[in-house]
């Protein structure tokens, strides 16, 4: 019996294990050998790596391909991995570059037929019918949030209100005005909605669903914004390099882990040093390969994300693909203090399980004569002290930040992702 209102593609989120496996392998022997047919670069990388198409055998020989990372995307920009001629590319996004060159993900018809299809396949697992109103507040423009968002919703049948980032006094009205079934943000602004709802003296009874992606998503925030806008929270996991927003996957309304879309991506979790692949439950790097992209597949690409396997066995929502852990931070975020290795999300998730502190909180880093210091500046209602919070966050992190409260409000706020560590040096 099939059940439309519950997947997008039945078919395909629901097959078996041993048949995801098998198209797998099938879909890898053959990228291995279109990559090398179609792009220059990757057939030097390859052939340096002692690869021959036609000996390759799928995902036995997975481990022999060399991982690739974000230099090989800037090493190569704008277009050098790119497996279509020009005149094919029907779009483009690319990262903002804030960290060196921009990676740019270039797509076919193909390419955003299948973002598209992948998007609503979260949708439809988060709950959301076809006419439904859904508020698109990521940006439309090079970052691909908002543009992935309206492609997942326009497959999906939604009724789109594109309103793009900012303005969030009139981003209340409008879902007020249109009766706004499901948000779509990073997870940081919906606290500044929030904060701006309140002061209007405006509640929005008709949200239910908000889907959150580009941030690392902790427990704490989603519990805040599932008891204060009365909605379920969900986890949408995508990037650039991968094709955009939503196309790795999404938590399911269980909320017992991401569920990966297998049939279009193969996972790898590994040791963040030695890259060599770690049993499942065990924490690990997120290594990506795109089974079916065609301007730019990914092939072994080194995420930087840490996570785990959680389960390769069928959900209660009735999808087959493996789950995994939420993000729990990048390789290139981990700060180190005083011998100890930690993540901003474990600070975020210490101080709002305090009560009376709000979200909006900054790490400063700062380091003199080669000594790093961190102190931790946090909103808060009256009667929190820097000791409570210092105490709290000794507790999660194994040494004492000096921590500092300050009035709701005194932090500055921004439209897009929150700036939540900034670097001093003397």
Same mark, same amino acid.
């Given at each position: 019996?099939?059940?439309? *209102? ?23 022997? *053959? ?67 804030? #960290? ?161 879309? *297998? ?30 992209? *065609? ?10 994300? +840490? ?37 901003? #999300? ?12 709000? #979200? ?36 999660? +992190? ?29």
């Amino acid at each position: 019996m099939s059940h439309p *209102e519950l997947f997008f593609d039945e078919v395909a989120e629901t097959m078996s294990q041993d048949e995801l496996i098998s198209r797998q392998n099938q879909a890898l022997k *053959e990228k291995v050998r279109y990559v090398m047919a179609n792009n220059a670069y990757f057939r030097t990388l390859y052939r340096k790596a002692g690869i021959v198409a036609e000996d390759f055998r799928g995902l036995e020989d997975i481990t022999s391909l060399p991982i690739i990372a974000k230099a090989n995307f800037r090493e190569t920009y704008p277009l050098g991995m790119c497996c279509v001629p020009k005149n094919q590319i029907r779009e483009m996004h690319m990262s903002s570059g804030t #960290s060196g060159t921009p990676v740019v993900m270039p797509y076919t018809q193909a390419d955003l037929k299948q973002w598209a299809s992948c998007m609503a396949r979260c949708y439809r697992m988060a709950g959301a019918r076809v006419g439904d109103p859904i508020q698109i507040m990521p940006s439309f423009g090079l970052f691909n949030g908002g543009f992935g968002m309206y492609h997942g919703a326009r497959a999906a049948e939604l009724f789109v209100i594109p309103t793009g980032s900012g303005n969030t006094e009139r981003q209340i009205r409008l879902a007020k005005d249109f009766n706004t079934r499901i948000f779509t943000a990073v997870i940081s602004y919906t606290t500044r909605i929030i904060e701006v709802m309140e002061k209007m003296g405006v509640e929005l009874p008709s949200l239910e669903i908000g889907i959150f992606g580009a941030e690392t998503v902790t427990a704490a925030m989603c519990e805040k914004i599932r008891n204060r806008l009365g909605m379920d929270v969900f986890n949408i996991y995508g990037m650039t390099e991968t094709g955009g927003v939503g196309t790795l996957g999404m938590d399911c309304q269980a909320h017992d882990g991401i569920h990966v879309w *297998e049939d279009q991506y193969y996972l790898e979790v590994v040791d963040p040093v030695t890259k060599v692949p770690v049993p499942d439950g065990q924490l690990g790097e997120l290594v990506v390969t795109s089974l079916t992209r *065609e301007a730019l597949p990914v092939i072994r690409f080194k995420t930087g994300d +840490l996570t785990r396997i959680l389960s390769r066995e069928k959900c209660a929502c009735g999808r087959t693909h493996l789950r995994i852990d939420r993000i729990s931070g990048r390789t290139d975020d981990m700060l180190i203090v005083k011998g100890v290795n930690f993540f901003p #999300s474990q600070v975020e998730q210490a101080l709002l399980e305090i009560p009376g502190v709000h #979200s909006e909180y900054q790490i400063i880093m700062e380091e003199e004569n080669g000594v790093c210091d961190v102190h931790v500046l946090v909103e808060a209602e009256p009667g929190v002290t820097g000791f409570v919070v210092e105490k709290k966050l000794k507790e999660r +992190l194994g040494f004492s930040p000096k921590g500092e409260v300050l009035p709701v409000g005194a932090l500055p706020r921004v439209d897009g992702k929150a700036v939540r560590v900034i670097r001093k040096k003397s």
